[in-house]
């Protein structure tokens, strides 16, 4: 459903018109310009990385097992400072995916409550998981294994190059979203799935970004396990993990936002290939159909093998 909001008047749009069509090339060509400087400045680059990583490993936090549940959870209550700000800019109303779209406040009982309802659960596999990651010796592993409440996790002593971290976190991300359309699916098609643990994601009236984080303990669970899995897969080291989460996170609350932003990732990335905030918005709409919360390669195949049978 990719409608959008009028500038003026009651005049319809075309159907792929956006309002800041100027500014996604400008987008598009600030990505290839970062692109090719990181290609030209790769020493530098990786010098920077070898040092942050070095720093990382000494302090307390980085060591810790709650790590990665703290950043997260610093990363979302960063991020979701963006919807906000955009809703206090009236000229941006003309990305609006819809007139009603409107940010809603939650006070702060409410967020507090969001942090203990999100973190319980996560912290208590954070002390009884011992992490593995790829690079420590196994036999680090044997040894923490004997201990049933874990504080620390045991990580590699190098850090990863440039060329890892890049391909790590996209690989990561398209297993991710292949993975999560498939669950996401089966919590729209099961009548049972879908009541008891996926519903009340759907509880609302005009998208919002609060709705982002409005989940059942066991689809929260199950989202940030099947990115865990995803991340493994593909031996991501924890420097590439740290930075996988708040891109994670950032696609995730730009697809609840209910604006179709020009430096949107769908707007950026041509041809269709990422659903983004506009395809969201349809299936909160409806109900049904794009189910991946990145890319649509798998939406589209979904709906020609449905139609083709009818």
Same mark, same amino acid.
């Given at each position: 459903?990719?409608?959008?909001?009028?500038?003026?008047?009651?005049?319809?749009?075309?159907?792929?018109?956006?309002?800041?069509?100027?500014?996604?090339?400008?987008?598009?060509?600030?990505?290839?310009?970062?692109?090719?400087?990181?290609?030209?400045?790769?020493?530098?680059?990786?010098?920077?990385? #070898?040092?942050?990583?070095? /720093?990382?490993?000494?302090?307390?936090?980085?060591?810790? +097992?709650?790590?990665?549940?703290?950043?997260?959870?610093?990363?979302?209550?960063?991020?979701?400072? /963006?919807?906000?700000?955009?809703?206090?800019?009236?000229?941006?109303?003309?990305?609006?995916?819809?007139?009603?779209?409107?940010?809603?406040?939650?006070?702060?009982?409410?967020?507090?409550?969001?942090?203990?309802?999100? #973190?319980? @659960?996560?912290?208590?596999?954070?002390?009884?998981?011992?992490?593995?990651?790829? =690079?420590?010796?196994?036999? +680090?592993?044997?040894?923490?294994?004997?201990?049933?409440?874990?504080?620390?996790?045991?990580?590699?002593?190098?850090?990863?190059?440039?060329?890892?971290?890049?391909?790590?976190?996209?690989?990561?991300?398209?297993?991710?979203?292949?993975?999560?359309?498939?669950?996401?699916?089966?919590?729209?098609?099961?009548?049972?799935? /879908?009541?008891?643990?996926?519903?009340?994601?759907?509880?609302?009236?005009?998208?919002?970004?609060?709705?982002?984080?409005?989940?059942?303990? !066991?689809?929260?669970?199950?989202?940030?396990?099947?990115?865990?899995?995803?991340?493994?897969?593909?031996?991501?080291? @924890?420097?590439?993990?740290?930075?996988?989460?708040?891109?994670?996170?950032?696609?995730?609350?730009?697809?609840?936002?209910?604006?179709?932003?020009?430096?949107?990732?769908?707007?950026?990335?041509?041809? =269709?290939? !990422?659903?983004?905030?506009?395809?969201?918005?349809?299936?909160?709409?409806? =109900?049904?159909?794009?189910?991946?919360?990145?890319?649509?390669?798998?939406?589209?195949?979904?709906?020609?093998?449905?139609?083709?049978?009818?």
């Amino acid at each position: 459903m990719d409608r959008f909001v009028k500038s003026s008047g009651n005049d319809k749009q075309p159907p792929n018109y956006h309002h800041g069509q100027q500014y996604v090339v400008a987008a598009r060509c600030s990505l290839v310009f970062v692109t090719v400087s990181a290609i030209m400045y790769y020493d530098h680059i990786q010098t920077c990385i #070898n040092s942050s990583y070095t /720093y990382l490993l000494s302090t307390y936090l980085f060591n810790s +097992v709650y790590f990665e549940t703290f950043f997260a959870t610093f990363c979302y209550a960063v991020i979701t400072v /963006y919807p906000w700000f955009i809703s206090k800019i009236r000229k941006l109303d003309i990305y609006k995916i819809d007139p009603h779209v409107q940010y809603e406040h939650v006070t702060f009982v409410e967020i507090f409550k969001m942090l203990i309802v999100y #973190n319980t @659960p996560l912290m208590m596999l954070d002390t009884i998981t011992v992490k593995k990651y790829h =690079g420590v010796d196994p036999s +680090v592993w044997t040894e923490k294994k004997k201990m049933f409440i874990q504080s620390t996790r045991a990580l590699p002593s190098a850090p990863p190059s440039v060329v890892a971290i890049a391909v790590q976190l996209v690989a990561s991300l398209i297993l991710y979203d292949a993975l999560f359309f498939i669950i996401h699916y089966a919590l729209h098609k099961n009548f049972f799935l /879908y009541k008891n643990v996926h519903r009340q994601h759907h509880e609302h009236g005009v998208l919002h970004n609060h709705v982002t984080n409005k989940l059942t303990i !066991v689809e929260r669970i199950t989202l940030i396990l099947s990115a865990n899995f995803a991340l493994k897969v593909f031996n991501s080291h @924890p420097f590439t993990r740290m930075i996988f989460i708040p891109i994670f996170i950032g696609i995730l609350i730009e697809n609840h936002t209910g604006y179709d932003m020009p430096f949107g990732l769908h707007r950026i990335v041509p041809f =269709g290939m !990422v659903g983004g905030s506009v395809k969201h918005f349809a299936h909160h709409q409806s =109900g049904q159909g794009n189910y991946q919360p990145i890319f649509t390669y798998l939406d589209k195949l979904l709906y020609l093998y449905c139609h083709r049978r009818h």
